[in-house]
């Protein structure tokens, strides 16, 4: 398995070369990235609050009003949002809780929990810590059955914008790109080790990038000549001249930026391990939203819902009446969702969002 960041998810599904098997979408500002009918409508009109910042950042929540639905709130149910970020997601889902109702957050970012703690309400509380563990940290507290559980993956605006967080191009600062500060190797104590070949393969599989080779040769050879690559800066400026041809409109760091911030963070293997943990924590009917930012994020979550859906794995051939086949643990509920033109136009940032709803089933 791929390793970067230390205490981080020790066992994952998707291996390199898995999560490059299709084209990743991801053209977010700066990274490449950057989140039935009866039962509810999927076909959720985008309200003013989906383009209106939070009152802590200007960070512009996406999906807000979908996501928050998909949920379908029960006023006195437990809900979790397992990525907490400047917390417009959470405000939402607590607008709907009665009296009884509790939220429970999750955040690796020292300053998302911050902001957390600006939430003054009792029903509400945050925990420092990866998605990856909320299993166990919520049975250590007591909880082991919610009503809902809320991903919004990928990278916050203010995130994004703070220089010193490393995370863009845009800025020349540390070469940080953690998403808690507090632990973890730095993307520039990545390339201060790598391999050529190590990181050629990170470029290609988690950034996509189709010169990926001569991108990790180039830095291989600034490192190696006595320059280590410490700044966003100086690594947007070697992959700039190691990338012959781009797309339009289209930073040439992007894709790299990209491939260096999900290997640091373990995002994709964090994600492979975090989705049978909600499967597990769902009450019957209790709803799974996940918010992803490029297909590498949407493939899995897809796949994920997929199989737990259809799990008739058995030889086609194989005797068995259709009573005695394997019982879905998961419904679709629907078809994916992304944002508007209106969001859009507003927050270009969400342009690449995808909305998968799933609903767990009384299947053990």
């Known amino acids: 398995m791929t390793r970067g960041v230390k205490n981080a998810p020790t066992k994952a599904s998707l291996s390199l070369k898995q999560a490059s098997s299709k084209k990743a979408s991801s053209k977010a ?20 609050s989906n383009l209106v910042s ?26 979790v949002d397992g990525t907490f970020g400047r917390g417009g997601h959470s405000r939402k889902i607590l607008s709907q809780l009665g009296p009884e109702g509790r939220l429970i957050a999750f955040d690796r970012d020292l300053t998302a929990i911050e902001s957390g703690k600006e ?27 919610v009503d809902g559980v809320l991903l919004d993956l990928g990278i916050s605006s203010p995130q994004i914008d703070d220089a010193e967080r490393g995370f863009s191009f845009r800025y020349d600062a540390p070469l940080d790109m953690r998403m808690d500060q507090t632990s973890g190797q730095t993307a520039a104590d990545f390339l201060r080790h790598t391999t050529e ?25 600034e490192r190696d000549d006595g320059r280590a690559i410490t700044t966003t800066g100086q690594l947007a ?27 640091v963070n373990q995002e994709l293997e964090e994600l492979s391990l975090t989705l049978p943990q909600c499967l597990g924590l769902l009450k019957p009917q209790g709803r799974l939203a996940v918010i992803s930012f490029h297909s590498l994020e949407d493939r899995i979550v897809k796949q994920f819902i997929r199989d737990q859906e259809n799990r008739d794995d058995l030889p086609s051939n194989f005797p068995v009446r259709a009573a005695d086949l394997p019982q879905p643990k998961l419904v679709s509920m629907g078809k994916a969702i992304k944002p508007g033109a209106q969001e859009v136009k507003a927050n270009p940032r969400s342009r690449s969002a995808v909305l998968r709803v799933a609903e767990r089933t009384s299947v053990l």
């Open 29 to 48: 500002a700066g990274l490449g990235s950057v989140k039935e009918s009866e039962k509810y409508p999927l076909e959720v009109s985008v309200s003013n």
């Open 54 to 79: 939070d009152p802590v950042s200007p960070h512009i929540t996406v999906l807000l009003d979908e996501a928050v639905h998909a949920l379908a709130i029960k006023p006195s149910g437990l809900y």
């Open 119 to 145: 939430i003054n309400d009792q029903r509400f509380s945050i925990i420092h810590s990866h998605f990856a563990s909320m299993q166990a940290r919520l049975t250590d507290i007591g909880v082991t059955q």
């Open 197 to 221: 070949q190590q990181l050629a393969e990170v470029i290609k599989n988690y950034g996509e990038e189709r010169f990926a080779k001569s991108i990790a040769r180039a830095i291989i050879k």
């Open 237 to 263: 400026q070697i992959v700039a001249g190691a990338v012959p041809r781009f797309e339009s409109g289209q930073n040439p760091a992007t894709r790299t930026f990209q491939a260096l911030r999900i290997f």
